[in-house]
Antibody, heavy 120, light 110 residues
């Protein structure tokens, strides 16, 4: 069965960077896009971007351009999200999510989420 | 890309039907049949309930249905049950090959 297992919670200071991992299993990692979505405390879902694990191609939401980098390591079926120049309003749960099918237009499988806390 | 517009809250009694709307533009909801709906219970990851406007993933109850007219998509839940109480989010593919979410709707089962 499809599983996405994310790395553990992080606490960072403002201005630092964070890198969250998402290890995939139960399917061919390079066959499906991977999305990243975040949710600030008490707030709604915010789409951050996608990566095509086959080509490494990415597309980021405008809000995160210049601060976000999505990468992957196909040898270990793992996707990564790196967010730099962290601010207090980046405190959120970060999710990786895989589409249900091979089109990238939805998010059918989700990781358990990684809480990133930004605090001085 | 602006967020899609959803009502902040809706409510209904057990057994009733409710509809949640999701309004976008011709560059997202109106331009593509790639609207999805997600259910999220407190402290849990979201769950895909509807994809490509009206398709249900395997295992999702047929009490959930989706539709679209112009720039507005809708999620209807019939035969409301206590377990349906949750937050619901719509999402759409956009002309920039990105995705965008709605602001979310809190469903209360009275």
């Amino acid at each position: 069965q499809v599983q996405l297992v994310q790395s553990g919670a992080e606490v960072k200071k403002p201005g630092a960077s964070v890198k969250v991992s998402c290890k995939a299993s139960g399917y061919t990692f390079t066959g499906y896009y991977m999305h990243w979505v975040r949710q600030a405390p008490g707030q709604g879902l915010e789409w951050m971007g996608w990566i095509n694990p086959n080509s490494g191609g990415t597309n980021y939401a405008q809000n995160f351009q210049g601060r976000v980098t999505m990468t992957r390591d196909t040898s270990i079926s793992t996707a990564y999200l790196e967010l730099s120049r962290l601010r207090s309003d980046d405190t959120a749960v970060y999710y990786c999510a895989r589409p249900l099918l091979t089109t990238m237009t939805n998010m059918g499988y989700w990781g358990q989420g990684t809480l990133v806390t930004v605090s001085s | 890309q602006s967020a899609l517009t959803q009502p902040a809250s809706v409510s209904g009694s057990p057994g009733q039907s409710i509809t949640i709307s999701c309004t976008g533009t011709s560059s997202d909801v109106g331009g593509y049949d790639y609207v999805s709906w997600y259910q999220q219970h407190p402290g849990k990851a979201p769950k895909l309930m509807i994809f490509e406007v009206s398709n249900r993933p395997s295992g999702v109850s047929n009490r959930f249905s989706g539709s679209k007219s112009g720039n507005t998509a809708s999620l209807t839940i019939s035969g409301l049950q206590a377990e349906d109480e949750a937050d619901y989010y719509c999402s759409s593919y956009t002309s920039s090959s990105t995705l965008v979410f709605g602001g979310g709707t809190k469903l209360t089962v009275l």
